[in-house]
């Protein structure tokens, strides 16, 4: 319960609220834009000064280790099982979806964890850097396997009709590794956690007005924001196969119990292992969007990105964030 009083999920309550009423508020998208990026810096920053504290230790590896893994297994799994009931470029796409990583989840869980006195290692970040482009790539192998056997693309038509249509061109995954690993947001997760290592005491106590202090706010004005996108987003989840819904919301919990499990065996912190598990748990809605566009076009947008922001963040946000952080004091 304490969860929904934080000012923080309570304005992610508010803006799905005012999406629904139809109301005309809005967050302008640069203003948005901006907002991410300095979440993204701030982590960033806290992680690196965290890890200059810590140093590298054998729990660092082991987490990281364990986060790579997971962005691995969690698509391969997924494919197969997604294939019996959308088309094998769709099942593509919401396996990289679901293997992939959202960063606000991840961030709001890290703010959950700071205020509930639950410590974590700065390194965390660096695992949610790690997982984004896993997913990618292996659904774009996914893919082009499909176009060399020629299996046909299910466009969407008018009035949610579907028509088959010729496959994509076939995609080179240097192409799409040197985009995963220079993307705009990721470049400057790594940026800022590079500076925050190596400045240390002296560079965290001269960022602290920016990266501490203003952290809370920016976070809930972005939040704002993000239930804003959730509501307007609710409409496309009509149209979705009641087996995806049920994947959108059963799916999170088995990827959080494997991380789970993955913490136990290697003796993680509490902290930690609720962080992986959050991070196993979330669905990309921004990053893997962007590149299945243009990676996978067979596949239907309005499937992936209905599902991981209409379904899986609003529960992560609202539910599975406190409960992933009981389920891991209790189990370890």
């Given at each position: 319960?304490?969860n929904?009083l ?48 810590s ?26 099982l ?23 989840t ?7 964890l ?41 466009l ?5 009709s579907a ?13 799409i ?15 800022a ?9 002296a560079g965290?106590a001269?960022?602290a ?25 609710l409409?496309?989840?009509?149209n ?18 494997l991380a789970?499990?993955l913490?136990?065996?290697?003796g993680?912190?509490?902290?930690n ?31 992936y990105?209905?599902?991981?922001l209409?379904v899986?963040?609003?529960?992560n946000?609202?539910l ?13």
């Amino acid at each position: 319960m304490n969860n929904f009083l934080d000012p923080a999920i309570l304005f992610f309550a508010f803006g799905i609220l005012a999406g629904c009423v139809k109301s005309n508020l809005e967050i302008p998208q640069p203003i948005a834009r901006f907002l991410s990026l300095y979440l993204l810096m701030a982590l960033g920053l806290k992680g690196g000064f965290a890890l200059a504290q810590s140093g590298l230790t054998a729990e660092i590896a082991a987490s990281l280790g364990a986060a790579v893994l997971l962005a691995v297994a969690i698509p391969l799994a997924a494919y197969p099982l997604l294939k019996r009931f959308v088309s094998g470029f769709d099942a593509a796409a919401v396996a990289a979806t679901y293997g992939s990583v959202s960063a606000v989840t991840f961030i709001t869980a890290t703010q959950y964890l700071d205020v509930h006195g639950i410590a974590y290692g700065g390194h965390m970040a660096a695992a949610m850097a790690l997982m984004e482009s896993p997913a990618i790539v292996i659904a774009v192998v996914l893919a082009n396997s499909l176009r060399q056997a020629g299996a046909p693309a299910v466009l969407p038509g008018a009035n949610g009709s579907a028509t088959l249509g010729a496959p994509g061109p076939r995609v080179g995954l240097g192409k799409i590794l040197h985009e995963s690993f220079t993307d705009g947001t990721q470049l400057l997760l790594i940026g800022a956690m590079a500076v925050g290592l190596l400045t240390g005491e002296a560079g965290k106590a001269a960022m602290a007005p920016f990266s501490i202090d203003l952290f809370k706010g920016m976070l809930a004005f972005f939040l704002l924001d993000m239930g804003l996108h959730t509501a307007r987003n609710l409409g496309k989840l009509r149209n979705q196969s009641r087996w995806l819904l049920a994947y959108a919301a059963g799916a999170p919990v088995v990827h959080a119990s494997l991380a789970l499990c993955l913490a136990a065996l290697l003796g993680l912190s509490v902290g930690n292992a609720t962080l992986l598990m959050v991070l196993a748990g979330s669905a990309s809605y921004i990053a893997v969007p962007a590149a299945l566009r243009y990676a996978i076009p067979e596949a239907n947008p309005s499937v992936y990105f209905s599902m991981s922001l209409g379904v899986t963040f609003p529960l992560n946000i609202l539910l599975g964030i406190p409960a992933y952080a009981w389920v891991a004091g209790a189990v370890l």
